[in-house]
């Protein structure tokens, strides 16, 4: 799809006072990030109305290492336990299987 784009005034004149500026890749970027939040904002509504995701949406979701719950805030009591286990000393274990005893 080809796209033409109309500028004017200071705009106008910052861009062909700049032309070793890659305008149409800047352009082109703010779209791909404002078609992200889109896409972003439509997963969130599925997920919050129960609605299953269609195959392209997981397919987005694996490819931009992003699910509805990353957008969730931390239980409170889960950032308290956290901190606690981050102020206590380590132990260093000689095996795996020292994790589980």
């Given at each position: 799809m080809n796209i033409t784009l109309s500028v004017s005034g200071e705009l106008e004149q910052l861009v062909k006072s700049h032309p070793e500026v890659k305008w149409t890749a800047i352009a082109r970027n703010a779209m791909e990030e404002r078609a992200g939040k889109m896409m972003k904002l439509e997963i969130l509504r599925k997920y919050i109305d129960k609605e299953p995701f269609a195959e392209s949406e997981l397919q987005w979701m694996d490819e931009n290492d992003w699910h509805p719950v990353d957008e969730k805030r931390l239980k409170?009591?889960?950032?308290?336990?956290?901190e606690k286990a981050s102020k206590?000393?380590?132990?260093?274990?000689?095996?795996?299987d020292e994790l589980f005893a």
């Open positions: 409170q009591n889960f950032i308290t336990s956290i206590e000393k380590s132990k260093k274990l000689s095996s795996v």
